[in-house]
């Protein structure tokens, strides 16, 4: 059984840097298309980055992209998300997602993901 377990998360001001790591366990990292998805108050969950199984493909959304980056960590069975030049409008739960996707395929709706971590709270004050 796999289990998604996010850490990293807190409270910076704008401008600032958080690393967050996904940590993986029954499966290998590997087996997965990775990503990462936010969730504020009163508003939907959004895909935010994602990395495929295959090829390490990598896409983010337009809010996000040249700021954020994601990345897979075999030797560690682990996915990070750096987020550089953290603004307010950051401010969400961040959650991990795995998808049991084929091949370089990255998908970025919310029930297309089949496990999920139980979030880590980021707040950027101004």
């Known amino acids: 059984q796999v289990q998604l377990v996010e850490s990293g998360g807190g409270l910076v001001q704008a401008g600032a840097s958080l690393r967050l790591s996904c940590s993986v366990s029954?499966?290998?990292?590997?087996?997965?298309?990775m990503a990462w998805f936010r969730q504020a108050p009163g508003k939907e969950r959004e895909f935010v980055a994602g990395?495929?199984?295959?090829?390490?493909?990598?896409y983010y959304s337009g809010s996000v992209r040249g700021r954020f980056t994601i990345s897979r960590d075999n030797a560690e069975n682990t996915v990070a998300l750096q987020m550089n030049s953290l603004k307010p409008e950051d401010t969400a739960v961040y959650y991990c997602?795995?998808?049991?996707?084929?091949?370089?395929?990255?998908?970025?709706?919310?029930?297309?993901?089949?496990?999920w971590g139980q979030g880590t709270q980021v707040t950027v004050s101004s």
């Open positions: 029954g499966r290998t990292v590997s087996s997965y298309a």
């Open positions: 990395l495929s199984r295959d090829g390490d493909n990598t």
């Open positions: 997602g795995a998808d049991i996707s084929t091949g370089s395929i990255i998908r970025t709706l919310r029930r297309e993901y089949d496990y």
